[in-house]
């Protein structure tokens, strides 16, 4: 049977998502979601669909949505890239920029997909590794053909100061894509430099900020040769009808969006504080989720005891780097609330 597979995916492990536990007595804070309801005109444009349009193709340049974001981020509709998901424009860009003697670079820990989206590729990758703070510096002679920095980076919550990323920008050789899933809950973002630079991609997803992870859509900004040699080996009809007409509106929805974030950040700050007056280190988050090293237990015996509660967070197992860290996605203030006081019953036995 594995005759016929090529041998790098029989060797690779695949990306393994977080758990999606049912029910209503569970609380999910484990995948980063947004715990609150995407804009109102989702719904309005939902009824809105004549359900004769769904036995055509959709628009495959994705023009109406495109134009919605050229519109927020001040750059051409050519400078933009609509994918199914962000996950999908980083597998093509590994396969658009990437020659196969090239390397793909990211951080580490990171957002565990990049790895495995190397070895689907077949390409070697190198790891710019964090520190114990999860802070980085640009390394010697670093030579990758596509470096994915993640910025806020994921799972450690943290960002880079701008100067560092601006920096890291004029230096790096290849394409530099920033991926940007979780900028709209962070003070700053690096959108300027992808309109600076020829070579700087920067991506954001639905997925968190709009509450929109179950249409799987994504964009990036940058170049329009970048742009151009991503639509030229993307899926023909990458991002479904519905998804385009959800995400025009959603996008357009400026307003939902910012509430929400405003939302989850006071959540983020009240946990925060809460966590660390139970003596956990607790990293400064720019995202939607919190970092976090528990105090008096291990991160791996309070995942498991959170969990007989049906309360998910996210462990990373037992790699050196992310063994004693937890994190933990930011739900709505009562789900909150039954994550803090089931810590404090474990914590105190
Ligand atoms: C850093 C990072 N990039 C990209 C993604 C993928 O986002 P999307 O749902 O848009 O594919 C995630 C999802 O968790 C992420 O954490």
């Given amino acids: 049977m594995s005759d016929w597979i090529r041998k790098s995916v029989t060797d690779m492990q695949a990306y393994i998502p977080g758990e999606q536990p049912q029910g209503d007595e569970v609380v999910k804070l484990n995948t980063n979601e947004n715990p609150y309801l995407p804009s109102p005109e989702v719904l309005d444009i939902l009824r809105e669909i004549d359900i004769a349009d769904l036995a055509r193709y959709p628009d495959p340049s994705c023009m109406e949505v495109r134009k919605v974001i050229a519109d927020l981020h001040g750059s051409s509709v050519e400078q933009v890239f609509v994918g199914n998901g962000s996950d999908e424009i980083l597998a093509l860009a590994m396969r658009a920029f990437v020659e196969r003697d090239e390397k793909v670079g990211f951080l580490e820990p990171s957002y565990s997909l990049y790895p495995v989206l190397a070895q689907i590729e077949d390409l070697q990758y190198e790891q710019v590794v964090l520190n114990e703070r999860f802070n980085w510096s640009t390394p010697e002679g670093l030579e990758t053909a596509l470096f994915f920095l993640t910025n806020p980076n994921a799972p450690t919550s943290v960002s880079a100061g701008f100067e560092q990323i601006k920096s890291f920008a004029e230096q790096v050789k290849g394409v530099l894509l920033i991926d940007e899933a979780y900028a709209e809950f962070a003070e700053w973002n690096c959108m300027d430099l992808a309109l600076k630079h020829a070579h700087v991609l920067v991506s954001r997803s639905l997925s968190k900020s709009y509450s929109l992870a179950g249409i799987r859509c994504g964009y990036c900004v940058g170049h329009a040769d970048l742009i151009r040699a991503l639509y030229k080996i993307k899926d023909s009809y990458n991002v479904n009808y519905i998804t385009q007409e959800i995400a025009r509106v959603a996008l357009m929805d400026q307003e939902t969006m910012k509430a929400n974030v405003e939302a ?50 996210r462990y990373f197992g037992e790699a050196k780097q992310t063994r004693d860290y937890l994190r933990i996605s930011i739900g709505t203030a009562p789900q909150m609330f039954s994550f803090l006081d089931a810590v404090e019953e474990i914590i105190n036995g």
Avoid: C, H, Y
């Fill in 264 to 313: 989850v950040k006071e959540t983020r700050r009240l946990v925060s504080e809460k966590l660390f007056n139970f003596g956990f280190e607790v990293f400064d988050s720019q995202t939607n989720f919190l970092w976090v090293k528990p105090l008096g237990i291990s991160a791996s015996t309070l995942f498991q005891s959170l969990k007989q509660r049906n309360i998910f967070v």
